[in-house]
């Protein structure tokens, strides 16, 4: 089983780039299931979540071409020979479960197993059903006769509706969103996601040719319209991946200039780092987040959709906050399980209380070196920063969780001077 083993490195310096983002592009290609004509993504990152969904396109009969090393995916669903997902792909990842809408849209139906991914919580799918029935399909819940579970679609036509989402679900957002393009009639989404995720692929479909207003606000409007067509996208950078490295820089003490990033997408970032004493300055090329000389102290947050700070960085900050002076609080508003990391940070001496969803991280620790598991994507990057403050050494094992989201995360933190290697 690989490894990631680290040790005490000292202030991080240097450069790093952000690679694309990983949750804007598995969208971003699920969406070129939309069209028969050829479609470009690049700026790709190089994770294995965009390696499952390509063998997900493809299992649906899209030819697809990998030039993950040039950061390029070309994608020609010509014609889809099954509507019906495996199972493998999705189990291995949540965001498979945004097939479902471009190919009820393109075949009339969609058949896709109950998805998997990240264990933080119950995540279930109802509100993309509710999407689903209100425009007009009819979704059933099925199992096939070894008693894998199916959820699955059927529409002659999709019709435009008006819907509200209970909660501003992304997934749920997405796939309506994709759904609604080739819907007759006009769809309005109220309380959808507004990540900066969401924006990008309705930019991405506007290309293609889709009527889509208002994302990135409260309220999404789409016409629909008979066709999309093959359209070429660069994706945004990661912003939970500089957000990582902006962690990488505050715990070290460090001093790294995160280049390719948007610094408005990470405004909740900034702002709890710079309580904590961090000094973050914009430069030409991206954000320069320096702690050489600070006196870190503590802070209370509070995980919420976007514009909110984002739950995908709660793992990382808590690290960070475990050797800060101070106490504080974090509250997990988002995700109803997502503290698994609280368990291991606590195997390095860091004194972390969960309280239901509120985390209480004692503060002013020395953490030490120990083994741990990445229970989760992001709990195993907050494992990496832990283990780089850390006396001794951190054997973080199950890093596959980590494969499948962060683009060279070990060549990234060793050319900033971390002690860090893989061990296969
Ligand atoms: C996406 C991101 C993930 C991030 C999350 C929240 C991708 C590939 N993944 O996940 O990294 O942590 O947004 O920012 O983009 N919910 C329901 N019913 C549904 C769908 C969701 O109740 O039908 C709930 C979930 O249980 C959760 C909340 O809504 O509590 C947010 O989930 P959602 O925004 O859907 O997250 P994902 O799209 O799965």
Redesign the pocket.
């Known amino acids: 089983m690989a490894e990631i083993i680290v040790r005490k490195s000292g202030g991080l310096k240097g450069t790093v780039f952000t690679s694309g983002s990983k ?1 804007a592009v ?1 969208p971003l290609l699920a969406a070129t299931l939309l069209t028969e004509q050829k479609c470009e993504i690049d700026s790709v990152p190089n994770l294995k979540d965009v390696k499952v969904m390509c063998e997900l396109l493809e299992s649906f009969g899209a030819n697809v071409t990998e030039k993950l090393d040039e950061n390029v995916i070309l994608v020609e669903a010509n014609t889809l020979k099954t509507s019906v997902a495996p199972i493998g792909p999705v189990r291995s990842m ?2 498979s479960i945004v097939s479902m809408g471009p190919v009820l849209a393109r075949t009339g139906t969609a058949r896709i197993p109950l998805p998997g991914g990240c264990a933080i ?8 059903i509710k999407g689903f029935i209100a425009l007009g399909a009819d979704v059933d819940m099925i199992e096939d006769e070894s008693g894998n579970g199916y959820v699955e679609a059927r529409a002659e036509k999709l019709v435009g509706a008006e819907m509200y989402l209970d ?1 501003p ?4 957002t997405e796939n309506i969103m994709m759904a609604a393009s080739l819907a007759e009639g006009t769809t309005i989404i109220e309380n959808p ?1 507004q ?1 900066p ?1 969401i924006v990008d692929l309705a930019n991405y479909l506007n290309k293609m040719g889709a009527k889509i207003k208002g994302a990135g606000t409260d309220m999404i409007k789409i016409e629909g319209v008979p066709e999309l067509h093959g359209a070429t996208h660069s994706v945004i950078p990661d912003r939970i991946e500089a957000g990582t490295y902006m962690l990488a820089a505050a715990i070290t003490k460090g001093n790294i200039l995160v280049e390719n990033m948007l610094s408005n997408h990470v405004v909740p970032i900034i702002a709890k780092l710079r309580e904590c004493g961090v000094v973050i300055t914009e430069e030409d090329d991206g954000l320069r987040v320096s702690a050489e000389n600070a006196n870190l102290k503590s802070a209370d947050l509070k995980t919420l ?1 976007y514009p909110g700070f ?3 960085i709660q793992p990382q900050f808590m690290a960070f906050l475990s050797i800060v002076s101070g106490s504080s609080t974090i509250l997990e508003t ?3 399980n997502r503290f698994m990391h609280i368990n291991e940070l606590n195997k390095m001496n860091a004194g972390i209380i969960e309280d239901g969803r509120r985390a209480i991280v004692k503060g002013g620790v020395q953490l030490k070196g120990a083994e741990v598991r990445a229970t989760d994507l992001r709990a195993g990057a907050a494992l990496i920063l832990a283990g780089l403050v850390a006396e001794g050494e951190t054997v973080i094992s199950d890093i596959y969780h980590i494969d499948r989201g962060y683009d060279d995360i070990i060549g990234k933190l060793k050319r900033l001077g971390a002690d860090i290697e893989r061990i296969d």
């Open positions: 949750n598995l949540r965001a919580g119950d995540r279930p799918i109802d509100l993309h909660t679900s992304v997934g749920a996601a990540e995720e959709p984002p739950t995908d988002v995700f109803e």
